[in-house]
């Protein structure tokens, strides 16, 4: 048994429970053992252990359900999230990506509107439009991605997809200029797919095809990253 000893003790009873849930005792979702359980693990009283519960819920790691109990939210503190995200590797960050955008073109084909679907074409047109600047064109690009991801309907993934975007923004931009290559017919054409995928409501090939995409960038960015 772990027992907390120094001063400020919800604190360090709070950055006890972290360390157990970022360790993977409790996985995202599920219900915490009660206050009259954790107490005496951490060598605390009830009131202590309820603060510590308070503090890790106002970082956005632990919910509170009336009447159900304490559950974990998140595993990453709220504040901590965008450093964690800058610090993260280029390899990371893609992995990701393939999760987040895989997963929402395959949502994107079965929930789609028509106002998805014309912002979606709206955006592969300008992606295949004349761009003069690396930068306008990787903006172009991570825009079309973002708007398959929007039309998936689901609010947390755009909200990752977000999250991500900067960095894997600047991924593309250090491998475009390092390695000069023009945006082509096929590169547009692979997209395109991924589109008429989401229109005729296919989730498996929309899937498909947006892995077979991101991991071939994934396998680009290494190829070209110094």
Do not use: Y
């Amino acid at each position: 048994m772990v027992s907390v000893q120094r001063e400020s003790l919800s604190e360090q009873a709070a950055r006890l429970l972290l360390d157990r849930i970022q360790a993977g005792e409790w996985e995202v979702g599920q219900k915490l053992p009660g206050e009259t359980t954790l107490a005496p693990q951490l060598g605390v009283g009830r009131s202590t252990m309820r603060e510590a519960i308070r503090q890790l819920a106002g970082r956005g790691i632990l919910t509170t359900r009336q009447g159900s109990g304490v559950f974990v939210h998140a595993v990453v503190p709220v504040g901590d999230w965008d450093s964690f995200v800058i610090r993260a590797t280029i390899a990371s960050i893609l992995e990701a990506r393939i999760a987040v955008e895989c997963e929402a073109a395959a949502l994107a084909a079965e929930r789609c509107t028509g106002d998805d679907l014309l912002a979606i074409r709206t955006a592969l047109t300008r992606r295949g439009g004349e761009v003069v600047t690396v930068d306008a064109r990787v903006d172009a690009d991570m825009a079309f991605h973002r708007s398959i991801v929007a039309a998936s309907q689901n609010e947390l993934l755009t909200e990752l997809f977000d999250t991500f975007a900067a960095r894997s923004r600047e991924a593309m931009v250090q491998m475009l200029e390092l390695s000069g290559e023009p945006a082509t017919q096929a590169d547009q054409l692979v997209h395109a797919e991924i589109v008429e995928a989401v229109a005729a409501h296919d989730a498996v090939v929309a899937r498909d095809l947006s892995r077979s995409h991101l991991e071939a960038l994934r396998a680009a960015i290494a190829q070209h990253r110094p």
